[in-house]
């Protein structure tokens, strides 16, 4: 079987043996005779995939009973709207943290439903290398919330501890770094995350949501795009996109088997080292934009000395399987993304891969 080393942004390489797992289910389902696909979302079969995906989040991070798990549609950008929708209450406004795309526009949704606030911006002339220190942050002490982008996925900047933001609620799109390791989930008034990068395929997002922030919430909203309707019907509400909630729950528990987060968090950790000391121990060749303390361990960033030798390195390394590396089209480079279903060994390679493209071009 020929498969490549993939370091796609999202939808992202999986886990290979939650995939065989679905090939090997696909037609009959624990001899059902069925399809997970063609089961009812009501059923006790669907039902058990549901729920066992759903405790996974809660045993892998640790979330207490206090905080509702959600899966939901519409991905992270329809929680761009639903966040603000749900808390952005009248007369109140809420405090964004931009520091790149992905925050600007979770700002740009908030701004069309009421009033905001830029609590702190790193941009540079359209370009973001770092996050920002807690002394940098604006924070508005009534605010409904204020919204951070855990790790940013064009611009490879991730945070490393999260902000204090006393008694408001701490809302953060972590849809490139959610289950890269462990963290206090009590920190957060909500967390979601568009599930194709660390959790599974595309088609469903994660909110994990503190019950007493859901009990508050606006109610003058359609009943689809209220959290209460998804909390109060355990995410079947309407029908759930099944096929992704199942691969999902295989991820899962391969994360489980792996050793849980703890053991992600370490194997995270080196393949970040080994892609940045590749780039510095060739600083005449790569170069990394982003400042060293906020360097990312999901979206590895970096730069060639022209556009014509990155055009170059995406091309060579595709033809030695290393596919997926070239930069976003707003940000240009190369960019290695490296989520927890991408191993040691392909980072490694990577790695080496790099180190003779500068010897050969440098
Ligand atoms: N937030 C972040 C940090 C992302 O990386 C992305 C997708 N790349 C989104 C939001 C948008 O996600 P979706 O396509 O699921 O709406």
Redesign the pocket.
């Known amino acids: 079987m020929a498969r490549v080393f993939n370091f796609n ?2 939808p992202a390489a999986m886990p290979l043996p939650s995939l065989e797992q679905a090939r090997d289910e696909l037609i009959d389902f624990q001899g059902t005779g069925m399809s997970i696909v063609e089961h009812s979302h009501r059923g006790k079969e669907y039902e058990a995939v549901h729920n066992e995906a759903i405790s996974l989040v809660r045993e892998l991070l640790g979330v207490p009973d206090s905080y509702d798990i959600l899966w939901l549609q ?7 709207a639903m966040v603000p929708m749900n808390f952005l209450l009248p007369g109140k406004s809420a405090d964004y943290v931009v520091t ?1 795309g ?1 925050s600007e ?2 700002l740009s949704e908030a701004k069309i439903l009421g009033q905001t606030r830029v609590a702190c911006t790193t941009v540079v002339e359209g370009r973001y290398t770092r996050i920002p220190t807690q002394a940098e942050l604006n924070l508005d002490p009534n605010a409904a919330y204020v919204h951070i ?6 611009f490879g900047t991730q945070w490393q501890t999260f902000p204090d933001t006393g008694s408001v609620p701490l809302v953060a ?4 770094d959610l289950l890269w390791r462990k963290f206090d989930v009590t920190r957060f008034g909500l967390i979601y995350a ?4 660390n959790i599974g395929p ?1 088609g469903v ?1 994660v909110v994990i949501v503190r019950k007493d922030l859901v009990a508050a919430e606006r109610k003058d909203i359609p009943k689809i795009l209220r959290y209460k309707t998804h909390a109060d019907n355990n995410s079947l509400y309407n029908t759930p996109p099944t096929f992704s909630v199942y691969l999902a729950r295989n991820v899962l528990r391969w994360l489980r088997d792996q050793g849980g987060l703890a053991a992600m968090e370490k194997t995270n950790r080196q393949k970040g080292h080994v892609i940045y000391q590749a780039i510095d121990a060739r600083s005449n060749f790569y170069s990394c934009p982003v400042e060293a303390a906020s360097r990312s361990f999901m979206n590895v960033v970096f730069r060639l000395p022209t556009e014509a030798l990155e055009e170059k390195f995406v091309k060579e390394a595709k033809a030695a399987k290393l596919v997926g590396l070239k930069g976003h089209r707003s940000v240009g480079g190369i960019r290695a993304s490296i989520y927890n279903a991408v191993s040691l060994e392909a980072v490694t390679a990577l790695a080496t891969f790099m180190d003779a493209f500068a010897k050969a071009n440098g």
């Open positions: 942004a999202g519409g991905g992270a950008s329809l929680q761009f790149g992905w526009k979770a982008t855990s790790n940013n996925t064009l799109d972590m849809s490139s568009g599930a194709q990068k595309s997002a």
